[in-house]
Each structure stands twice: as structure tokens, then as C-alpha cells.
């Protein structure tokens, strides 16, 4: 158990939850919603999360990626704490959690209130997510080994996950939400983003040819602050839009959290200490879209 419950990497789980949270807010703000259909929300994010870190510990290790070289954490399978077989397993399970999961949210926050053809097209997102996460390692031709790592995390973290949500709960899209969904999104690329350049030499041996893999260590750095930068120049245009000014003095500490981190990612020389900063960034982006929800 304890072997399964490192491979799930329980860490990345407060990144699967900043979509989520924000994209509630969004649609809390105009009229309070169901908690049931956010705890779903949150449940099957969780276990989409959950279902990609196991695909990837099995995928890197198939592909080669996962080897002595490797700088982050211990995988499960490299070091022979769990099986190939077994690993493979627990990823079926998981995807059938996962799809559960998100049955049951659209029973409750489409089919059940008569939105059926949300629900429809919802089912089809659903998919989309599980083959998503599944083939972003594992697989023939995984896409993350192509450098197509950071359009999904945007995609799926920022577009699916906040706006996905907002819809879950309301049937009314407005495009202004879409700026804080790129914000989200772009700081959980710059969470991969950070992964790659701690793992970048060895990626690169190994044919994994992530972002950062194809920038180089300087020029991974640069896109890294574009990432972060970008993404709270989204999130203070769609504050000061709503006009609330307030709103941007609760965002200031994990604004200056950010600032350190970039700090240190430009005057860092050695890839290992960037795995402590992963975690920095991604509490950061959750703790952007609590305040979002709580002062909405």
C-alpha cells in the first residue's frame, strides 16, 4: 500500500483541485451551487490526476525515461517496488474510477436536471480526459514525448477543468472566463514545465523530447517566467474587468510566492533542486483559485 500510494503522487492532487475550485467560483459568483456536484467535480479530477501519474510511471519506465539517471523521486516500477502487470492493473481500475466517477457527476448535474445534451457532449469530454491521461507516456507514440505535454495540461487544466466546471454547473458560458482559465492553466504548465527542466538531461537521452528538452536550460527558464507571467496578466485583467479591486490585495501573497520561486528557477544551477519548487507553484495555484472562490 505504501508503494501504491507513492506512485499516485498524493502531491499533484492540490493542482487537479485548482481547476476545480476556480471554476466553481466562477459560477458561484452569480448564484450558489450544489456542493454534491463540486465534492463529484473534485473526485473525479482527483481521479483523472491520479490515473495519469500511475500511466506515467508505467510509460516512462516501458519507454526507457525512467532510468538510473533519472534526478526526481524514485518511480515505482523503475525501482521494483510494483510490477509491470500489477501497474497495468492498477491503471484499468483507476481509469474505471475515474469513469464512475464521472457518471455519476453527469447523472447529477445534467441528466437528472434534463440538460441531456450537456450531458452528451460532457460524456464525450470524459473520454477524451481518460485516453488523455493514459497516452500522455504510455502507449504507442505518447504525445508528452513529442512536446505536446504543455498544450494538454492547458487544455485539460485550464480549459476542461474551469470552464468544464462552470458548465457543470450552469448552462451559460461567458467568454470572460476564459481568462482565468488560461491563468490556471498556464501555471500548471509551468508546474510540468519545472518536472522537465529538473529531468531535462536525462529526457533527452532517453528521447523524451519535452519543451524544455528542445528550449535548452536558459531558454526553459525564459519560457518558464513567460508561463507564470502570463498567466497573472490574465488574472489581473479578468479582476480588475469585474472591478473587484479587493480582489487583487488577497492575490498578492501567492503573487509574491511566484516571485521567489522565479527568483530562484534564474539563479538555480543544479536540475535537482527544482523538484522542491513543484510544489511550491502548484499551492500557489491553488491557493489563487481558494481566494477566487472565497472573495468571488
Keep these: 500500500m505504501k508503494h501504491w500510494i507513492q ?18 467560483a466562477l459560477a458561484w459568483s452569480y448564484q450558489p451551487r450544489p456542493w454534491l456536484i463540486f465534492m463529484l467535480c473534485l473526485l473525479t479530477a482527483f481521479s483523472l490526476q491520479v490515473l495519469s501519474n500511475l500511466a506515467n510511471d508505467y510509460g516512462d519506465y516501458v519507454a526507457g525515461a525512467d532510468n538510473a539517471g533519472r534526478i526526481g523521486p524514485a518511480r515505482a516500477v523503475q525501482s521494483g517496488a510494483i510490477r509491470p502487470e500489477a501497474m497495468k492493473r492498477g491503471i484499468i481500475i483507476t481509469a474505471i474510477i475515474a469513469w464512475a466517477a464521472g457518471l455519476l457527476l453527469l447523472w447529477f448535474a445534467c441528466f437528472s436536471a434534463g440538460r441531456t445534451a450537456t450531458g452528451w457532449s460532457f460524456l464525450v469530454v ?12 504510455a502507449g504507442n507514440k505518447p ?11 492547458l487544455v485539460f487544466f485550464g480549459g476542461a477543468a474551469v ?19 488560461l491563468a490556471i492553466g498556464l501555471f500548471s504548465v509551468g508546474v510540468l514545465n519545472l518536472n522537465n527542466m529538473r529531468d531535462r538531461e536525462n529526457d ?5 523530447m519535452t519543451v524544455a528538452v528542445r528550449l535548452g536550460k536558459v531558454r526553459a527558464k525564459y519560457y518558464h517566467l513567460l508561463l507564470l507571467t502570463t498567466g497573472w496578466l490574465c488574472l489581473i485583467i479578468f479582476v480588475l474587468g469585474r472591478q473587484h479591486i479587493y480582489l487583487l490585495f488577497t ?8 516571485a521567489i520561486h522565479l527568483r530562484f528557477v534564474f539563479r538555480n544551477t543544479e536540475d535537482r533542486q527544482l523538484d522542491g519548487e513543484l510544489k511550491k507553484v502548484a499551492l500557489s495555484t491553488l491557493l489563487v483559485a481558494v481566494m477566487l472562490f472565497l472573495f468571488r
Design 251 to 258: 492575490l498578492l501573497v501567492p503573487a509574491w510566492l511566484m
Design 7 to 24: 506512485a499516485m503522487r498524493l502531491r499533484t492532487l492540490p493542482l487537479a483541485a485548482s481547476g476545480i475550485v476556480c471554476g466553481s
Design 143 to 153: 504525445y508528452g514525448y513529442r512536446g505536446l505535454g504543455d498544450l494538454a495540461v
Design 163 to 181: 470552464v468544464g466546471t462552470s458548465l457543470m454547473f450552469t448552462a451559460a458560458f461567458r467568454p470572460v472566463w476564459l481568462l482565468p482559465a
Design 126 to 137: 470524459g473520454l477524451c480526459c481518460i485516453a488523455a491521461a493514459i497516452r500522455y507516456t
Design 204 to 208: 533527452g537521452r532517453s528521447g523524451k
